[in-house]
């Protein structure tokens, strides 16, 4: 089996393009990983190979208005728009496939299995990672992300402006010795400056309302969850606490849980090698399919 990285169009549930990498073997089980906000599909290439390596089929997207993905003209990011996209997406697979979403990308799962449950009996995905994001989240936490996301509306002279304005942001991590991955999260436009790889629409009016929108939603999707769920959080997380964590727990007693140590909200970026092993370990003791004939 070859574990080399090809790259692909998928469709979003109103006909944008959605660009994507796979690594892996299509007929083997697949997972769908789904970025958080402001980042890109390279932000799981070190898990998606590693899936791969294991026997998984590992799809990584970009989101609408992320990365190389189309920007929506209408300016359509709502919380719902990224979850129709989610169950788009999902449905697009000759079987059904674990979702693992940190953060834009978790609640984006989460509404998607919550609409689609009220619809069909039919199940959208044979499992749900949540990677940092739960319906109990710190909204201080979460007002920090955004105002990173906000802080450069005109972009960095270089990458290593870039990197210093990372490494304020997120004293924790160890600085890259090289730009390689960070590059890939920039735009260089005409003006010679790097610019985030997004559309500034999908910044624009966010939690202005002091929550999330689709909040009674998530809460809603969360009681009803019945397939396989595992939790991951950053231990030095300020998005999810602890407690926020156990509400979840609560209301979904099956689910199962992992904090990961040395890591904040950016938990697969943080900690790369932890946060894998425990994806890896959940799918193949809860999702793994069995094989025909077994």
Not at 1 to 22: C, E, I, Q, V
Request: contains cysteine.
């Amino acid at each position: 089996m070859t574990l080399t990285k090809r790259s692909f169009d998928l469709k979003s549930a109103d006909g944008l393009t959605l660009r994507a990498d796979a690594w892996g073997d299509e007929s083997s089980q697949p997972v769908l990983l789904l970025h958080g906000g402001g980042q890109t599909r390279h932000a799981w290439a070190g898990t998606g190979e590693k899936l791969a390596a294991d026997g998984w089929y590992a799809v990584s997207m970009d989101l609408r208005g992320h990365g190389e993905s189309e920007w929506c003209p209408k300016g359509n990011y709502d919380h719902g728009d990224f979850a129709l996209d989610t169950a788009h997406v999902a449905g697009s697979f000759s079987r059904k496939p674990v979702l693992v979403g940190a953060s834009l990308g978790g609640l984006s799962s989460l509404l998607a299995l919550g609409n689609h449950k009220s619809e069909t009996e039919a199940p959208l995905a044979s499992g749900l990672v949540l990677v940092d994001i739960a319906p109990r989240m710190e909204l201080a936490g979460a007002q920090r992300v955004l105002d990173f996301m906000r802080s450069a509306p005109n972009g960095f002279a270089s990458l290593d402006e870039a990197a210093d304005a990372i490494a304020e942001y997120n004293p924790h991590r160890p600085r890259p010795k090289d730009h390689e991955g960070l590059a890939k999260n920039l735009r260089k436009h005409e003006d010679g400056r790097y610019r985030w790889h997004w559309d500034p629409a999908f910044i624009d009016g966010r939690l202005e309302s002091g929550r999330p929108d689709h909040w009674d939603n998530l809460e809603t999707a969360s009681k009803g969850l019945t397939l396989p769920t595992l939790l991951v959080r950053g231990k030095m997380s300020d998005l999810i606490t602890e407690e926020g964590a156990q509400a979840f727990l609560e209301q979904v007693p099956h689910a199962k849980y992992t904090d990961v140590s040395g890591a904040g909200h950016m938990v697969a970026g943080d900690r790369n090698d932890k946060f894998t092993q425990a994806v890896l370990e959940f799918l193949n003791t809860e999702c793994r399919e069995p094989q025909e004939g077994s």
